[in-house]
């Protein structure tokens, strides 16, 4: 059995050929831990995509799992991968398995301790003689699980050891930022500051954190400070993976659903909740990202589409002729040369209102859409207006 099984190491994706190779690297060496075939995908912004390495794996192997290497869970954990992963279980005839990411996990509190005794080697201090103090940095997010690790990891990482704190920080998204946080650490006058990146690569966020480490060292010239490297390639990466694998494997892979932003209502993100709107994001980020030929140097910025079409295909929307719809609208589009992602959807939740179509970023859906409807339809994409008498609700 086991030589039929294969992983997909599922990473980010970056315009820096390093970070990807990272990513490669680690497969490989997982590949040699686990004894099977580990190829590396990529979510976005780098070749493979995971379904094209599924793709490769799937006429020789009978079960692949599907490992995001994420540090926490937001939105490419829980929206991108997952359809993904369910598009291949329709597309192979093989058992997909889809992992968990990174997370908490102790052999990750341990690499950073020593990422911090190296910071503080490099600085002369010893955290049981000097006040030490932590600032952990992460990417930030939108999603308040994701966030919530970074405070819970930064916990961890403060219990049992002698630093005088232990404070999460952000780059962006979300607060405190760094430069907020370091500003606010400073208040208690510590010998000391470990600034630790946690991100998996060296590239532009990393940097601007030892921007932001190398400015709070000038401002503040009682207190020491340097940076950390971030995780990079770490053996111990490899025993969260592996124990991934496994729990892929035993059917013990469960995501938080309590403080899920896509499950449940949630103060200030309402209008995230819905299975449905976790879909047509997850297909709208995907599409952006198809043109991976030409992206500006920001970070995550990309090409993308002047427009996404999602196409109800469910059982009452495809009765009422939805499949149709979507021929009739990508042949509509081609001849009007419309820069338009026209894709099928899974439920919209409107069953009864269709054949339903959502039209982003507009954020308009249409119901009861015929096929004769499709000429007007592309037309509204290219005048950049709505079709009023189709118009199901906007969002």
Request: glycine share 6%; hydrophobic share 40%; proline share 4%.
């Amino acid at each position: 059995m086991l030589d039929a099984e294969a992983v997909v190491l599922a990473g980010h994706g970056s315009r820096r050929e390093r970070s990807n190779e990272q990513v490669c690297e680690l497969a490989a060496g997982l590949e040699a831990r686990l004894g099977l075939p580990t190829d590396a995908g990529f979510i976005e912004l780098a070749e493979p995509s995971i379904t094209e390495a599924i793709e490769s794996l799937a006429p020789s192997v009978s079960d692949v799992t599907v490992i995001p290497l994420s540090l926490f869970a937001a939105s490419h954990v829980k929206a991108d991968v997952p359809l993904v992963v369910n598009e291949a279980r329709a597309e192979h005839d093989i058992a997909v398995h889809s992992g968990r990411h990174l997370g908490v996990h102790p052999a990750i509190v341990e690499l950073l301790d020593d990422r911090t005794a190296a910071v503080e080697a490099d600085l002369g201090v010893d955290r049981t003689d000097d006040d030490v103090l932590v600032v952990l940095c992460a990417r930030g997010s939108s999603d308040p699980d994701s966030n919530g690790d970074v405070h819970k990891l930064a916990r961890l990482l403060y219990e049992g050891r002698d630093f005088l704190s232990v404070e999460a920080a952000f780059i962006g998204v979300t607060e405190p930022r760094l430069e907020d946080a370091l500003h606010a650490v400073s208040k208690r006058r510590p010998d000391a500051v470990v600034v630790l990146p946690y991100m998996l690569g060296d590239g532009v966020l990393t940097e601007r954190i030892r921007e932001r480490t190398a400015e709070f060292d000038a401002d503040y010239p009682y207190a020491v400070a340097g940076c950390g490297d971030p995780l990079g390639t770490d053996d111990r990466l490899l025993d969260v993976l592996a124990d991934r694998f496994e729990e892929a494997r035993t059917g013990d892979v469960s995501m938080s659903c309590d403080t899920c932003k896509y499950k449940v209502d949630m103060d200030g993100f309402e209008g995230d909740a819905g299975g449905a709107r976790a879909m047509l994001r997850a297909m709208t980020h995907r599409a952006s990202h198809e043109d991976r030929s030409n992206v500006d140097s920001e970070p995550h910025v990309h090409d993308a589409p002047d427009k996404h079409v999602a196409v109800c295909t469910n059982r009452t929307c495809a009765e009422g002729g939805s499949t149709a719809v979507i021929e009739r609208l990508r042949q509509a589009a081609k001849r009007r040369d419309i820069d338009a992602t026209i894709t099928r959807s899974s439920c919209l939740d409107r069953c009864g209102e269709g054949p339903n179509v959502a039209v982003y970023p507009d954020n308009v859906w249409y119901g009861s859409v015929s096929p004769e409807d499709a000429d007007r339809l592309a037309a509204s994409l290219v005048e950049d207006r709505i079709v009023s008498d189709l118009v199901d609700q906007t969002l």
